[in-house]
């Protein structure tokens, strides 16, 4: 049976790895302080850096307040200018012209009918009562309303109303004639104006 | 050097001193001698004055020759990383066994009792591994003096450098990000601020023109007259004017108004004309609801009702700095806006009769398909 005897004193033996150890961690230990002290570095050229815009911004807002506030008078009239303004374009946006709903409803209103009563209502809706010769004008004003390829009206109003809703149609004994009652549907976005 | 007395030792033992000297800082495995079927070898130290000088690096002079033939004949000489830490241990009384190898401090000799003392006590003490030992965690401190001054510099570079900056850094990018913002909005502001110094005469001009659009207070008297001169001016026939305050709008784009309940009689082309007046006025007068009627006697006669609103709008602003101003009286949408209202018709209260005879009626009083009692105008 081979053995194999190591002769080297156990203390040599923990010397080298003393020596190894000591050498490992020396290795390490600077490896660790090189990235520490580049990471340090880093930072504190990072943060210097950063503390130094800020200090020149700060300089440059002190300035930029000076001459503003040296401007205040004409601040305040813009800044009225500015509210009225922006006050105005949101009423003008939402604004219903409605003599265009008008010339519009004039316009697809055939001859024969007349309108009793119109009324607006706020849901973009106009209730409209009326008295017409026959049963065919009647069934023609419903149908020119919505008629998108009408020739008589604003090119631009062609699909101004949406739905018309026949209520009631009644034959009137005396004098002749028809009596109507209707509800009709315009869009409203039709009659705003874009500034 | 307690290891060169260790090496003095050894030249006196019979050890063929014909052997190859080898690097002692690195010895080759394979120059070892490797023994066959040999017996377990006492490597104990018999020889007294030898395991008080070493009590680790124990030399048996029981060894055969033959058997330590093959071991190399160490030159006496310091190979120690730091001999001025090695010298300057061993004078004291207690002292640091450095071998020829000259690291590390596994030996430890106490002159009072290494004569009596054996040295496998003396060993097995070495060996335990929480013996506290100011001396030897002294030479311990100074072999390591490089690494471990390396890892407290270290440690403090992390500890005074590094996390502070790690902690402080988002709050500096985040001040720094807006102290940008605010420059840049306060030169945004100083240019525009500059810009209208430059176009005052038209901001001017611009103000008083949407003043008399949107002006800052009721005047009640004066937009009666102005719808009253209107529903004239269309050939209307004015038979209820009345008036009540509410609020429109909503959040920051809210306004008071003055609502209107207004009776007329016309033809249908006059009330046609009269809207197309009020959406061309000056003062900004919107048509809620309207409704008409024909009238019992004329079929083209038309007892009109409506409900029209005026806002109004009183604005205070003050100068705050830091907040921008976005109004830029060159921008294309602006001056389409002060275009459209250049085209209005302002009815001025001094040429037009002012009414003053009208009463305030409560909101819900202003509905078109209720019978209105209030006299008109005229």
Redesign the interface.
Known sequence: ????????????I???T??KV?NL??I???V??GI??I??IY??V??TG??R??RT??A??TS??S???S??S???????????????????KD?????KL??EL?ARKPGGV?????????NNKLNITGKADTYILVAEFTNTLLDKSFANGSPLLKDLFGEVTLNSVNLENKGGGVNFSITLEFSAQKLKEV? | MIGSNLLDNLDEKPIDTNSTPVDN???S?AS???????PD?DLSVSDKSTADS?S????PNTVKPSNFG??PKRSVQSNS?YPAVESSLSKGTKKVGF?S?G??T??YVDDSKSSTEDPLAIKEGFKMPFNLDVTKAKAFAL??I???V??S??LL??LT??IP??T??PD??T??AQ??T??NT??K??S???R??DF?KI??E??TL??N??VSEEMVPELLSQVDHIAKESNLEVSRLSYSLSQA?SGS?G?PSVDISLGVMGT?DQ??NF??LV?NASR?I?????????GSKD?TSLNINLVLRS?Y?F?????V??DP???DVTSQ??L??VS??QGLKYYNPNEITIIDTIEETQPENVD??QEQTIPSAQ
Do not use: C
């Open positions: 049976m081979s053995q194999s005897i190591n002769l080297i004193p156990k203390q040599e923990e010397k080298q003393e020596v000591l961690s020396t390490i230990s600077f660790l302080l520490v002290s990471v340090s930072l504190l990072s943060t950063i503390k815009q800020v911004l700060d440059s807002i930029l307040r001459n503003i506030k401007l205040s004409i601040e305040i009239i813009a800044r009225n200018l500015d509210k009225k303004h922006k006050v105005l374009a949101s009423i003008f604004r219903s012209y409605y003599s008008m010339d004039n007349n309108i009793i009563d119109l009324n607006l209502r706020e500034l | 800082t690195s010895p495995p070892m001698p490797v023994i066959e079927d040999t070898i070493v680790t690096f124990s030399t093959s071991m990383v071998s190898k690291y590390g596994n030996s072999n390591f490089v690494p471990i390396s890892f510099v270290s570079l992390i450098v590094i900056s790690f402080s850094l500096l990018k001040e720094l102290k940008q605010l420059n306060l030169s502001k100083l525009n601020l500059e209208l110094v005052k901001v001017d611009n103000s949407i003043n659009v949107l709008g784009l306004y249908y009330l046609v809207l197309k959406e900004l919107d048509v809620s609801t309207y409704r008409y009627t024909v079929t806002p709008l604005v205070n602003s003050s100068a700095t830091d101003i976005d109004l949408s602006f389409n806006f459209k209202i078109v398909n």
